[in-house]
């Protein structure tokens, strides 16, 4: 099977805040042969602890086995499955695209339709923040790709789970 | 009162109760060696390589259920200790490893001797630090302890540079541990046990499949009580045995690629498999789809990343194995009475036909020694009370299908990395630990020769340790597969070894050897009647196998047998 066609899992960690944490969780998934598609980390409201948000492809067992690896490492608090309930995912990327005279109103209109901030702009480029769930950017920069794009930067998926409805 | 970072070390291993460590020095321990010359509490045992400080450590630990303590210096002497530790991981034995390291501001610039080794060992370590300020010094340390010996054991490293050493701060000894992210599950949940119970008592053939943890847990006594109340027949891995008496008929003995025909016929036909503290390790399953085809699978095991790993499991139980089998044993005295000897006649009835027809054997040489033939004179010559380590390959399967461990904590082996080497230095962590008892290193001519400078400190220390060589002038376990599978052809595995008899002479300890069957006897006896350590040179039948086996990747029931 493609692995590109394997479900993907955002998963949350929270972990100490000290040094070496970051290589501890990568290099359990980089020891196993386990795919990273994207990773978040940055400290919480408790400056001692850091929040590590990665998506990951992979079948239900070795997802499980994931899980539980890092449930495993010492400074490790917390680890959820956010696929597994609802979430909100969202996605930054900056993208400067090329926007001259015939194109540079159909860039804008792009970035009018999918609600971009314009960050900046050159004679012949605009760059675009665009934030949103992984459909969404995929969708905006299949668009974009037919005018040219220069340079790419994203944030990778961060999430967070729905409050819960009464 | 201020003490420097090496008084607080001292302090510390005191503190954890530790009486002997495993080292060698070098330039960055310099000041732990001068505190450990003042601190007569402690006994230090100069090993002459590193990687032999971590294994004798690590044989320490399993003969004393105490912490094994390894202490070397920064760069080479730490790397050296990377295969040791990498056993203990994968054999969850719990050992401190202290490395010493490049003053902290050297730390990054590719000093003298320097080597990121908390890096290195950061995928074969249960946990590790680097302490960068001396008044962490004491907190990491008993933190360092508590997770080597709790939850699933393991090894845990702490690097400590120079000047952290040197610095001195007034200490706070912490008596307590609390990590938050750290809290292994003891107790398993109570209605996993009661189903699993369920399933166990409605099983027509059930057969309990045990592990390392049961050794490591101390649980053997109630997994005694579960077998024998219940009349399921037992068999376990490399590393459980011992946990259940090796002489009782409800054993079944090892299962796996070297296992008995019984054990994994009885696996392959169960229809409840009770896994405790194991891990369906590929060397136990063969081919995975048909390992237990007709089992519903009970697993208990303190780490809950072993469940489901590798075999897809129907009850899983997380809980540490002691704990479960009380549960066990508790509920099942709620139970109403049955004759479990008359409900289960049929199962064990099959079982011994197994047992029976296909019993672990060798053929008899009147002219040569065969290999077996001397584990099983061991045996009998110690009745089975000896403390046995084990090189890696042949020597030590032949050690595991013939020494009849009646006793957990008496078999030492580098069962999960495998290390050839492994046997001495354990050896001598063994024989420091139980300085009274007979402790014997079952070693082939190769795997002997990976630690063998360890035989001055055996002699330097006055420790009897017996090594018992099956010298077959061959790496003999991969020369069977070249026999078995690569049509015959010896590709580098003929092996030239020195006569151990004048190296034992040589190194001050006693040598011995036997050519002819009837030397056996007269050689173990005489080996065991000293107090010096021996080397016995056994010259065995180059050609032997190990058998049966269930060749790589095969169903288990597809072994050979001769």
Known sequence: MDPKMEPRHTIAIWVDNTPGVLSRVTGLFSGRGFNIESLCVAETMDPEVSRITIVSTG????????????????????????????????????????AEDKSRAEVLRIADIFRCRVVDVSASTYTLEITGNHDKIRAVLDLLKNHGIQEVARTGTLAIQRSKKE | MKLTGAQILMKCLEREGVKHIFGYPGGVVLDIYDELARTPSIRHILVRHEQAAVHAADGYARASSQVGVALVTSGPGATNTVTGIASAYLDSIPIVVITGQVPTNLIGNDAFQEVDIVGITRPCTKHNYLVKDVKDLARTLHEAFHIARSGRPGPVLVDLPKDVSQASTVPKFPETVKIKSYNPTYHANPRQVARALDMILHAQRPVLYTGGGIVLSDSSEGLFKFATSLQIPVTSTLMGLGGFPGDHPLWMGMLGMHGTYCANMAVSQADVLIAVGARFDDRVTGKLSEFAPHAKIVHIDIDPSSISKNVKVDIPIVGDCKDTLDQLNELLEDKPVRDWTEVRRPWLDTVNEWSTTHPLTYTWDDKVIKPQ????????????????????????????????????????????????????????????????????????????????????????????????????????????WQQLFYDRRYSATPMTAPDFVKLAEAYGAVGLRATKPEEVEPVIREALSTRRPVIMDFKVEPEECVMPMVPAGKAMHEMLLA
């Open chain 2, 373 to 480: 033939f001397v584990v099983e004179k061991l045996y009998e010559l110690t009745k089975g009370e000896a403390y046995i380590t084990t090189e890696v390959g042949q020597n030590q399967m032949w050690a595991a299908q013939f020494y009849k461990f009646r006793h957990p904590r008496r078999l030492m082996t580098s069962g999960g990395l495998g290390v050839m080497g492994y046997g001495l230095p354990a050896a001598m962590g063994v024989q420091m630990a139980k300085p009274d008892d007979i402790v014997i290193d079952i070693a082939g001519d190769g795997s002997i020769q990976m630690n063998i400078q360890e035989l001055i400190t055996v002699v330097d220390n006055d420790l009897p340790v017996k090594i018992a060589i099956l010298n077959n002038s061959f790496l003999g376990m991969v020369r069977q």
């Open chain 1, 59 to 98: 079948d239900e067992q070795i997802t499980e086995q994931i899980i539980k690896q890092l449930h495993k490492l010492i400074n490790t608090i917390r680890v959820v499955d956010l696929s597994e309930q609802e979430h909100v995912e969202r996605e930054m990327v900056l993208v400067r695209v090329k």
